[in-house]
């Protein structure tokens, strides 16, 4: 059974930084998978903010965040720099056994397996 727990959300300053994290059990040790970082702001559909393949490859970002966030296989975190307003939402993180294709990494409706979500408030 897959389960992904987020953390390292918070309330933070814009300009400020945030580092959120992502634990997935369940996928047996050589198994690879897609993960994403999804967000959801209130009246918002949620979108796909970072994603990338654990067996290698490229990493992929929404245009509204790239050069303010990494997203790394280390720990499956999300590195947010600059953090503006517009980026306060409910973040959450995806997984799913496919090798989905580039075109597909941010569309959440790919994703099967997801997180209970961590808040981030940028004020």
């Known amino acids: 059974h897959v389960q992904l727990v987020e953390s390292g959300g918070g309330s933070v300053q814009a300009g400020g930084s945030l580092k959120l ?5 369940g996928y047996n040790g050589s198994s690879n998978y897609c993960m994403g970082w999804f967000r959801q702001a209130p009246g918002k ?6 994603s990338l393949y654990t067996g290698g ?3 992929h970002y929404a245009d509204s965040v790239k050069g303010r966030f990494t997203i790394s ?7 947010m720099n600059s953090l ?3 980026d306060t ?14 075109s597909q990494l941010l569309l959440s409706k790919k994703y099967t397996y ?9 004020s």
């Open 73 to 79: 296989q280390d720990m499956l975190y999300l590195q």
């Open 21 to 25: 994290s992502c634990i997935v059990s």
């Open 45 to 50: 559909e949620r979108e796909g903010v970072a």
């Open 89 to 102: 939402a409910m973040y959450y993180c995806a997984a799913d056994g496919s090798r989905l294709p580039p």
């Open 114 to 122: 997801w997180g209970q979500g961590t808040q981030v408030t940028v």
């Open 57 to 59: 490859g490229s990493t």
């Open 84 to 86: 503006k307003p517009e």
